[in-house]
């Protein structure tokens, strides 16, 4: 039997209803890697420890499960497994409950984030808890961050070079194709990497590893969005050795559960491979999830107040009778994956996986010169920053009648550049050079972060006796991110100057200091065109691993 099937398959039915158990952990106990059981109630842990050993089984609302196996040589195929429901009623009606998962990408930061609770699951109860529920929160297990966990897919390693974090909207919205995975905890062994501290996560997608399956699902929610539509075919491994996966998404929402927060996300996913020989696999993997949503952010206890709103957001507001948001979310980073196993022995394997990733991050936002600050929580706007009590008054009266005063006023910023005619003399650092017309004093700016990623790595694994196990590889990964800001909207003007608002209160509008560009001050600025910062880092790695168990 060839090394990919030195696997323990099995599954789980309930013992009353005789009906399959998803979503359930199967592990075991030697080691800290764990499988979740499928929509059949199937699971399969990948290049299992062989020899006796414990299998450890736990799902909510059944009796914990324990076993122990003898695995042999070439992995095993074990009976159907029956578990036993609670006597406690509560813990099956809480298994009864329809759940929908949020993942941390529709949370407040776009890059810094924290493991998925839906990607990380795990037998440990805690583990289980802490990553989902105090996921979004930003709550550290054990202490650790997510740069100290490593994310792999299809072998390929998906945590950023820049600050070391994966970022897990690359491919959100794919729950179906996303859910052969493996967990090891903490700095244990794995088979895949060297890992870190926090441990490792393995998530393989390969077309061959899909079930055979067409699936459909539909999801309402009340939280970030408010509708799930998803759609997933796979064709499993055929008879002629080709295996085909295709998943597609849409996640929407008109407003979520904090106003002003629209949200349009889509993802894609094709997976083909060929079984080219007993001993040779190719594979080509390509997924993306663009995705477009309005933000949110915390705000003082005043404002909060003031709305009578705990949810207060100040970063939308009315434009002709329609909410709109200053902060827009955008990002799209399509990726592809090719990978190759070679069975070279009964005992010992080769894979290699090649990754190219790139697209765009971005978030847009408020930046404004020669006019007060416009965003509606601005302190020295507030009832609080007043000296003059009648004038405190009369503002907190402002704030608190009217939901057009605390948020942005869209449709003054328009009248303000719009009747904003100035002469910018000496324009783009050409003497005599004189630009005349609608000066925009305030704008939408697009903050951009676009990731270029090219990953390599190669794993050989050998299983050289009952007793001792061999793992190294060689991996080398280059980033190229382009780190800038552009002028996404002028708001009804006709240009922009490209001047330090901040520099220009310090200093005066007239001095050199309040230029972002020295070598061309007084720089016009249109639609597209980039300014402030433009700047990129590249940066390369290369490891060499090791291990052995025993």
């Known amino acids: ?14 013992s009353e209803s005789n009906q399959p158990i998803q979503d359930a952990t199967v592990g075991i106990e030697s080691t800290n890697v764990s499988v979740i059981t499928d929509v059949d109630g199937k699971f399969e842990i990948l290049d299992a420890p062989r020899g006796e050993q414990s299998l450890l089984i736990s799902a909510i609302g059944y009796e914990t499960y324990i076993q122990t196996i003898q695995i042999p040589q070439n992995g095993m195929v074990l009976q159907p497994i029956l578990l036993v429901q609670k006597e406690n009623q509560i813990d099956q009606e809480v298994n009864d409950i329809p759940i929908v998962s949020i993942s941390v990408e529709d949370i407040e930061n776009d890059n810094d984030q924290a493991i998925s609770g839906l990607l990380s699951a795990s037998r440990d109860a805690f ?27 299809n072998g390929i390693t998906f945590n950023s070079l820049e600050n070391g974090r994966p970022f897990w909207g690359a491919w959100g919205g794919l729950n179906d194709v996303l859910r052969n995975r493996e967990t090891d905890l903490g700095a244990s062994s794995s088979s895949f990497a060297f890992g870190g501290v926090g441990g490792v996560n393995h998530i393989d997608v390969r077309a061959s590893k899909q079930r055979d399956q067409l699936r459909g699902s539909f ?20 008879a002629d050795g080709w295996a085909f996966s295709f998943s597609g998404s849409r996640r929407w929402a008109e407003e979520g559960f904090v106003e002003g ?22 594979g080509l993997t390509v997924f993306g999830a663009p995705s477009k949503r309005g933000r949110r952010t915390a705000a003082v206890q005043e404002m909060n107040d003031l709305a009578d709103n705990n949810w207060y957001n100040p970063y939308w507001g009315f434009q002709g009778g329609e909410k709109r948001n200053s902060r827009i979310s955008n990002t799209h980073l399509p990726t592809a994956i090719a ?24 978030s847009t936002a408020l930046d404004w010169n020669d006019l007060n600050d416009p965003r509606p929580d601005y302190y020295r706007d507030l009832p609080s920053f007043q000296t003059d009590p009648i004038s405190a008054a009369f503002v907190q009266e402002q704030f608190e009648s009217s939901i057009e005063f605390r948020q942005i006023k869209w449709d003054q910023l328009y009248l303000v550049n719009y009747f904003s005619d100035q002469t910018i003399e000496n324009a783009d650092g050409i003497e005599g050079n004189s630009v ?37 590889g060689i991996q080398y990964r280059s980033e190229k991110q382009e780190t800038y800001k552009l002028v996404d909207d002028l708001l009804g003007g006709e240009f922009y100057v ?14 050199d200091q309040t230029q972002n560009d020295l070598n061309n001050p007084n720089r016009i600025l249109y639609e597209g065109d980039r300014f402030g910062y433009d700047y990129d880092a590249q940066i390369n790695k290369g490891s060499l691993w090791a291990q052995g168990e025993y």
């Open 1 to 14: 039997m060839c090394i990919r099937d030195r696997n323990v398959r099995g599954s789980l039915i309930d």
């Open 219 to 238: 999801s309402l929610s009340n939280r970030t969005y408010r509708n799930r539509l998803m759609l997933t075919y796979s064709t499993g491994k055929r």
């Open 261 to 282: 927060t629209s949200y349009d996300a889509w993802s894609y996913f094709v997976g083909v491979e060929k079984e080219l020989n007993s001993a040779h696999s190719l």
């Open 339 to 362: 990978r190759h196993d070679w069975t070279i022995t009964d005992h010992s394997k080769l894979t290699t996986a090649a990754s190219f990733q790139t697209g765009r991050s971005g």
């Open 436 to 472: 005349n017309g609608k000066r925009s004093q305030v704008i939408v700016e697009d903050r951009r972060y676009d990731p270029t990623r090219i990953g390599f790595s190669t794993t050989y694994q050998d299983f050289i006796n009952d007793q001792l196990t061999f793992t190294g």
């Open 498 to 511: 490209d001047i330090d608002k901040f520099a220009s209160t310090d200093f005066g509008s007239g001095s």
């Open 127 to 153: 583990l289980n808890a802490a990553a989902f529920t105090f996921g979004p929160a930003r709550f550290r297990i054990r202490g650790y961050d997510s740069e100290n966990t490593e994310v792999l897919v």
